[in-house]
């Protein structure tokens, strides 16, 4: 299937993998690049530059297929050094970057002069239009019912995914609720040109997170997530367990009064014991209501190419069925 997100980026499938926290590392982008998808070492999950130089190295012995690095700019005082994990990714020869969170105009320059291209991720059709008119080459259209932020308009792919395309002259991913080869017929139809998968990826073999963490996804039916930290409008998509409980009595009781200090416990530092210990009740942690849609942990390949089947099935029987003759 050739679209102009296999073309901008070199790959076989238009499907990508999103940045995921204590998941993105070699081992998941090489699985999903090698599966002619397009993988993402998350670039902050590397303590330093120097880590991610590393990891990128790592991820290069065991692909010679495309792959990129997520980076999120974060709106906080003690900021990551940015321009060293910039330079890590130019010098690893890394072609594909999905930059999140803060504007990344600044950095802009320095990724296009070494031939990286920049995918942004958003959640409204303004944030598309601005990471558009600042030189972005694509966006990852993220639709209310994804995992991590899903910003604080709630609109769901089924209106922002057409709005996304009566808009932007840029290609778009989708993002959201991603799971098969329904989803990439449906995306495609919405006007995207490919889509973005975080949640799905997490259960495969390849993922490098504790058993605990697939089971639990697949355990999970699409009623089994929650809105935290809408108060502090840093609003997250998580699984609930007993910790997003306890989370969630604290907003209800301290009402406009939450400050993030009052929730640590729950939302910091929590992912490597959740990700590589499997404690599934130690805090908060991302998870999309894709859940609902997951009922097994295939390989990536085995994922990625039943979706690319299935899709092709859809569109070639199913879709052409309805046309009259």
Not at 109 to 129: D, M, N, W
Not at 229 to 256: F, I, P, Q, S, Y
Not at 291 to 309: F, K, Q, S, Y
Request: charged content about 25%; overall charge negative; some cysteine.
């Amino acid at each position: 299937m050739k679209t102009k997100i296999t073309e901008l980026f070199g790959i076989e499938h238009p499907i990508i993998q999103g940045g995921m926290h204590h998941v993105g590392y070699a081992e998941m982008a090489a699985a999903v690049s090698n599966a002619g998808g397009l993988g993402m070492i998350t670039g902050l999950t590397q303590r330093s530059a120097d880590d991610l130089a590393r990891e990128i190295a790592r991820c290069r012995e065991m692909t010679d297929k495309p792959f990129g690095v997520n980076l999120t700019f974060l709106p906080i005082i003690n900021t990551p050094d940015y321009p060293a994990y910039i330079r890590a990714i130019v010098d690893g020869g890394v072609k594909a970057v999905e930059t999140a969170g803060n504007n990344p105009q600044k950095y802009l320059p320095l990724l296009h002069e070494a031939g990286v291209k920049v995918i942004h991720k958003c959640t409204s059709v303004r944030h598309a239009l601005k990471a558009q008119s600042i030189g972005c080459d694509a966006v990852s259209v993220d639709g209310f019912e994804c995992a991590g932020h899903p910003g604080e308009d709630d609109v769901p792919n089924f209106i922002l995914l057409p709005r996304a395309a009566d808009e932007l002259e840029i290609p778009f991913v989708a993002s959201g609720g991603m799971a098969d080869g329904r989803s990439l017929v449906a995306a495609l139809a919405l006007g995207a040109q490919g889509i973005n998968m975080g949640t799905r990826f997490i259960a495969t073999k390849e993922a490098p997170v504790h058993e605990n963490v697939k089971q639990a996804i697949v355990a999970a039916s699409e009623l089994d997530t929650r809105l935290v930290m809408r108060g502090l409008r840093n609003t997250e998509r998580v699984l609930r367990n007993a910790a997003v409980d306890r989370l969630m009595e604290k907003e209800r009781a301290l009402g406009a009064a939450l400050k993030f200090e009052d929730i640590i416990e729950e939302v910091a530092g929590v992912y490597p014991r959740i990700m590589k210990e499997g404690d599934m009740e130690t805090g908060a942690w991302s998870c999309g209501m894709v859940a609902g849609l997951i009922h097994d942990i295939p390989t990536v390949r085995e994922l990625i190419e039943r979706i690319m089947a299935e899709a092709n099935s859809i569109i070639r029987e199913r879709l052409a069925g309805f046309l009259a003759n």
